[in-house]
């Protein structure tokens, strides 16, 4: 299950790059692909990044009312 997991974090990586390269770094689209990259991390043993990454994407897009 941890190699899938390793697999799946390559992928994401991957998506993320090149979402950011098509729709650019402020589509919502990006909001969805970077929580999935950040449960990743989170997987995989990488915390520290799922937190960061997790921060930057709140910090981008705030709660809408």
Do not use: S, W
Not at 6 to 28: I, M, S, Y
């Amino acid at each position: 299950l941890v190699g899938q997991h390793v697999d799946a974090l390559k992928l994401r990586e991957e998506n993320r790059v090149l979402a950011k390269a098509k729709f650019g770094p402020d589509d919502r689209n990006i909001l969805c692909i970077m929580q999935n990259l950040a449960n990743n991390y989170e997987k995989t043993g990488r915390r520290h990044n799922a937190l960061k990454l997790r921060d930057a994407t709140f910090t981008r897009f705030p709660a809408q009312p």
